[in-house]
C-alpha cells in the first residue's frame, strides 16, 4: 500500500520550535532510509506565505495570493511510503517528529 | 418450543458458517462488500431451508456450493457495480480455493471483528459492522436496533466497507503489545450492541442481546487468555439471567430489589461466576471485571442473603477512579445509601449536581427522588421523581414512577419517612453503559 504522508503544521507553532526537531527529523530519515520503505523522496514546503492558488474559470486565470485553505494547520511537507496496511502506516506517522507538533495525515494513493 | 429451538439452532448455524466465510473470503481480498455479496444468495437460502430440512452435515461446503452456483451470476452482477471486475475475478478465485477444501478454512472472525473495530473506524459504526459482517445481520435489522432510518444505515455501512477497502485496515489480530487497547474497542463494540438489545422484551427477531452474548463467546473462544474478554461475557450473562423476572406478567417495571429470583436463569448465572472467577484469576481486573463482580455480589445478596453492600460500594470505589464516570458516581451513591444511609447518599450525589451529563439522564432523578424521600424531603423528593418521569420514555418505567409520586405522602412532611419504603423499591441505578443491570 502506498501512501503519502502529509504534514500539516501549526507555522506559527513550526517557527517555535525547539531546534532539537531537525536533528529529530535527521534521526526519523535514516529509520526510513533503513527500512526501505520509501519509493520517492519527501519534502518540506516554504510556508503558506509563499503560496499562489489558481483557477481557471471560462478563459480567465484567477490567481489567489496564499494557499488554497486559509487554516491554522497548513501542509508544511510529505514523505511516501509503501507499507503492507494502515496499522504500519499509522506506526510511521506517530514516528514523524512533526506528530508532536501538528499532525499527519495518510492518504493512499488511488491504484494506477 | 422444540420445534422453535430447532430452528434457532440452524440459524444459529447458518449465520456461524456464514461468518467464517466472510471473514475468510475478506481477509484476503478486504472487501467485505465482496465477500457479503459472494455469499448473500446462499446465506439467504440457508436462513430459509435449514430450519426445514436440517443442516447439512458440512454447513461450509453447502454455503460455497450455492454461492457458486446459484448465487454467482447475481453476485457477479452487483459486484461489478459495486467494486470493480478486478476485485470480481479476485473474488471468484477465492470462492473456487475454499471450495476445494471448505473443512481447511482457517476462522478469521476475530481478525474481522479487529478490522471492524479499528480505531480508523467511526465508532458509532463499529457495532453494525461487526454485526453485519459476523453475523449477517441486514441493514434493515440493524437500522431498527440503531434507531437509524433503513436508508442511512444501508449508505454508512457501504462508506464504512469502502474505507476498509481503501485505507488498508488490516485484518489481523493485533501484537501482544497493542492487544489490551484495542481489544477494549472490539468487546465496547460487541457491549454496544448487548446494550442496545438490553430494552428489547418481547423477543422481536434478531435478539440483539443474544447476538451479542454470540460474539462475546467467540471472542472468548478465539482468546482464551484475555479476561477482560471473560468479565465482559460474564456481565452480559448476569444481566441476562435476570431478564425474564425484569417485567411482571402484566408488564410492569421490577426493580432489582422485589424481582423473583426463581425466574433468574441459573445456568447463565453459573456461567457468569465460572468466567469471572476464571477472569479474576488471570490478572489484573478492568472495567467489564469490575461490573460484573458488582453484579456478582447483588446475586449473592439476593439468592443467598450475604450482607454485600459494603463490597458492592468498594467494587464501585474502584470502578469509579478507572472510569471517572458520573454515572459509576452516581451509582455508587445508591449504593452508599444501603450501608450509611440515605443521608450520605445525598451527600455523595451533591458533587454530581452541577454534571450537565446528568442533568437529562432519567435514572439520575429516579435516584434521587427516591434517596430525597427515603430522607422525608418530601418535596423535593416529588421535583425529582416528576423530572425523572417527564425524561422517562419506556412505558413501563413511567407507570413505576408514577406510583412512586403516588406513594409520597400527601402533605409537606419533613419529618423522617419509615426505612425500606419508596426508595428500596426503586433499586439501584443503572450501570455507566445505560444498561439497567439492577432493574
Aim: charged fraction near 25%; proline fraction near 7%; hydrophobic fraction near 50%.
Amino acid at each position: 500500500m502506498r501512501c503519502m504522508m502529509l504534514i500539516h503544521h501549526d507555522e506559527a507553532a513550526l517557527a517555535k520550535a525547539p531546534p532539537s526537531l531537525w536533528g529529530d527529523y535527521a534521526a526519523f530519515n535514516e529509520a526510513i532510509a533503513k527500512a526501505g520503505i520509501s519509493f520517492q523522496p519527501g519534502n518540506r514546503l516554504q510556508p503558506s506565505s509563499a503560496a499562489s492558488t489558481v483557477r481557471v474559470a471560462g478563459d480567465k486565470t484567477a490567481v489567489l495570493d496564499g494557499p488554497y485553505a486559509d487554516t491554522k494547520e497548513q501542509l508544511a511537507g510529505y514523505f511516501m511510503i509503501d507499507v503492507p496496511d494502515l496499522d504500519q502506516a499509522i506506526a510511521w506517522a506517530a514516528r514523524c517528529p512533526s506528530a508532536r507538533h501538528g499532525s499527519i495525515e495518510i492518504r493512499p494513493l488511488a491504484p494506477a | 418450543m422444540e420445534t422453535g429451538e430447532a430452528r434457532r439452532a440452524a440459524e444459529r448455524i447458518a449465520r456461524e458458517s456464514f461468518g467464517r466465510l466472510v471473514a475468510f473470503l475478506a481477509a484476503r481480498t478486504r472487501d467485505l462488500a465482496a465477500a457479503e455479496d459472494a455469499l448473500s444468495e446462499a446465506f439467504a437460502a440457508a436462513l430459509r431451508q435449514w430450519p426445514e430440512s436440517g443442516v447439512p452435515e458440512s454447513p461450509a461446503a453447502w454455503l460455497l456450493t450455492v454461492a457458486r452456483r446459484r448465487g454467482a451470476d447475481a453476485a457477479r452482477r452487483r459486484a461489478v457495480e459495486t467494486c470493480g471486475a478486478g476485485r470480481v475475478a479476485l473474488m471468484a478465485e477465492e470462492l473456487e480455493a475454499a471450495a476445494s477444501s471448505p473443512e481447511a478454512i482457517p476462522d478469521r472472525r476475530l481478525a474481522l471483528m479487529f478490522a471492524g473495530a479499528h480505531p480508523a473506524i467511526d465508532r458509532g459504526m463499529r457495532a453494525p459492522l461487526i454485526l453485519q459482517a459476523v453475523l449477517g445481520l441486514t441493514a434493515m435489522e440493524l437500522a431498527a436496533a440503531f434507531l437509524v432510518p433503513p436508508k442511512a444505515m444501508g449508505q454508512r455501512l457501504v462508506r464504512v466497507k469502502n474505507r476498509i477497502r481503501d485505507t488498508g485496515i488490516p485484518f489481523r489480530v493485533p501484537d501482544r503489545e497493542e492487544l489490551p487497547e484495542r481489544l477494549d474497542a472490539v468487546l465496547e463494540a460487541i457491549y454496544a450492541a448487548y446494550a442496545r438489545g438490553w430494552h428489547e422484551l418481547d423477543g422481536g427477531a434478531p435478539r440483539l442481546a443474544e447476538e451479542a452474548i454470540w460474539l462475546g463467546q467467540v471472542v472468548v473462544g478465539l482468546l482464551p487468555d484475555a479476561p477482560e474478554a471473560k468479565g465482559m461475557l460474564a456481565l452480559m450473562l448476569y444481566a441476562e439471567a435476570r431478564r425474564p423476572a425484569r417485567r411482571s406478567d402484566d408488564g410492569a417495571f421490577v426493580p432489582l430489589e422485589e424481582q423473583d429470583v426463581a425466574r433468574w436463569d441459573r445456568d447463565a448465572l453459573a456461567a457468569a461466576e465460572r468466567l469471572l472467577r476464571e477472569a479474576s484469576a488471570a490478572g489484573p481486573s478492568g472495567r467489564y471485571q469490575i461490573e460484573a463482580a458488582i453484579q456478582s455480589a447483588h446475586v449473592a445478596r439476593r439468592l443467598g442473603g450475604a450482607a454485600t453492600w459494603p463490597a458492592i460500594v468498594a467494587l464501585y470505589d474502584h470502578l469509579l477512579a478507572l472510569t471517572g464516570s458520573p454515572v459509576v458516581a452516581l451509582n455508587r451513591a445508591v449504593a452508599l445509601a444501603e450501608t450509611d444511609g440515605p443521608g450520605a447518599a445525598l451527600a455523595a450525589l451533591d458533587p454530581l449536581a452541577a454534571d450537565e451529563r446528568l442533568a437529562g439522564y432519567q435514572p439520575y432523578w429516579a435516584a434521587r427522588g427516591a434517596l430525597l424521600a427515603r430522607a422525608g424531603r418530601t418535596t423535593e423528593a416529588r421535583e425529582a421523581l416528576t423530572l425523572a418521569l417527564g425524561l422517562a420514555d419506556d412505558p413501563a418505567v413511567r407507570a413505576h414512577l408514577r406510583a412512586r409520586l403516588e406513594m409520597l405522602p400527601e402533605a409537606v412532611d419533613e419529618s423522617r419517612s419509615p426505612e425500606g419504603g419508596i426508595a428500596r423499591r426503586l433499586g439501584s441505578a443503572p450501570q455507566n453503559n445505560g444498561l439497567e443491570h439492577d432493574a
